[in-house]
């Protein structure tokens, strides 16, 4: 079965820098779309980048463009999200999902697929 399992979360301080990872298993990693989302306390989830996993330019959401790169290794069904410069907005349960057979990957609502998530906090 399809698991996604996120790791790399925790605590930094406002400008630190964190990096999510999500090992893939149960599927065949090319032709997907990999996605990371984000959920705040009284919020709605919502994309933050997503890539191609046969390659192509990753998409960002525009509150994230230029912090946050999501990147892959496709040896090791492995995506990434690397954070920098971070605000306390960012603060929040971060999930990784896949799309699977997708290939417009910034189709937020086609994800169906999802990790445990992992929770980052942002503090001043």
């Known amino acids: 079965q399809v698991e996604l399992v996120e790791s790399g979360g925790g605590s930094v301080q406002a400008g630190g820098s964190l990096r999510l990872s999500c090992i893939a298993s149960?599927?065949?990693?090319?032709?997907?779309?990999m996605g990371w989302f984000r959920q705040a306390p009284g919020k709605e989830r919502e994309g933050v980048a997503a890539?191609?996993?046969?390659?192509?330019?990753?998409y960002y959401v525009d509150s994230v463009k230029g912090r946050f790169t999501i990147s892959q290794d496709n040896a090791k069904n492995t995506v990434y999200l690397q954070m920098n410069s971070l605000k306390l907005e960012d603060t929040a349960v971060y999930y990784c999902?896949?799309?699977?057979?997708?290939?417009?990957?910034?189709?937020?609502?086609?994800?169906?697929?999802w990790g445990q998530g992992t929770q980052v906090t942002v503090s001043s």
């Open positions: 149960g599927f065949t990693y090319s032709s997907n779309c």
């Open positions: 890539i191609y996993t046969d390659g192509g330019s990753p």
């Open positions: 999902a896949a799309f699977l057979g997708g290939s417009w990957c910034r189709l937020w609502d086609e994800y169906n697929y």
